[in-house]
């Protein structure tokens, strides 16, 4: 099971949080965590994320650790280190969540 993420969704056009359901919310949440630990250490092959998997939606129940790599430009994989749970990440960059532009701009 893959969940295929753009941050843009979650977003307005100022890059503000939208109205989001509690179950959306949490998921975003989730994202996020791994947007800012990815583009902090963007030069490592695989981040840990201080993340657990339980953490993304009420019904996950696992307590696996969350793995993120940054793939490809603009794009974020994720996964789960104990059960199926994986993702990516898109249109994450130039957010608020984006370490990265403080280097680059
Ligand atoms: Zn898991």
């Not at 307005?12 to 990815?38: C, M, P, Y």
Request: proline content about 1%; some cysteine.
């Amino acid at each position: 099971m893959a969940l295929k993420a753009d941050l843009r969704h979650f977003l307005d056009e100022e890059g503000n949080e939208i109205e989001l359901t509690d179950q959306a919310k949490a998921i975003f949440r989730f994202l996020v965590k791994i947007v800012s630990a990815v583009s902090e250490n963007i030069d490592q092959p695989l981040i840990y994320v201080d993340l657990q998997c339980r953490t993304r939606a009420d019904d996950v129940s696992c307590r696996g650790s969350i793995e993120a790599t940054y793939i490809a430009i603009g794009n974020i994989e994720w996964h789960c280190d104990t059960c199926e749970v994986s993702g990516t990440i898109s249109h994450w960059q130039g957010s608020m969540w984006d370490k990265q532009k403080r280097i680059l701009h």
